[in-house]
């Protein structure tokens, strides 16, 4: 069983940034892909973005492009979400996500049905 835990969520104001992290634990970290989604009130769960195992391989949703980086410390068995150049619309619930690395994951990454662990979820308010 894989436990995640996530924190850096908060209120800030258009423009800033915020890095959230998600701590893994229950298994070793490099077998695991790792994804970061989010929900606004009202609306599904979407993907955000997602790192495989080894780290080599990065996917973004097109919104958040050049402005989200998605990294991770093995050592540390934290993925981290960098987010600059926060908008209005990216407020949500932010939740990280983990996967085994059974293979498919750069075709089906941003499918929150394969994904079988989950965070508690931070919540990320941006303002106007």
């Known amino acids: 069983q894989v436990q995640l835990v996530e924190s850096g969520g908060g209120l800030v104001q258009a423009g800033a940034s915020l890095r959230l992290s998600c701590v893994a634990s229950?298994?070793?970290?490099?077998?695991?892909?790792m994804g970061w989604f989010r929900q606004a009130p009202g609306k599904e769960r979407d993907f955000v973005t997602a790192?495989?195992?080894?780290?080599?391989?990065?996917y973004y949703k097109d919104s958040v492009e050049g402005r989200f980086t998605i990294s991770r410390d093995d050592a540390k068995s934290t993925v981290y979400l960098q987010m600059n150049n926060l908008k209005p619309e990216d407020t949500a619930v932010y939740y990280c996500?983990?996967?085994?690395?059974?293979?498919?994951?750069?075709?089906?990454?941003?499918?929150?049905?394969?994904?079988?662990?989950w965070g508690q979820g931070t919540q990320v308010t941006v303002s106007s």
């Open positions: 790192i495989s195992g080894s780290g080599e391989n990065t």
């Open positions: 229950g298994r070793t970290f490099s077998s695991l892909h």
């Open positions: 996500a983990a996967r085994l690395n059974l293979g498919g994951f750069s075709t089906t990454h941003y499918r929150a049905n394969l994904y079988r662990y």
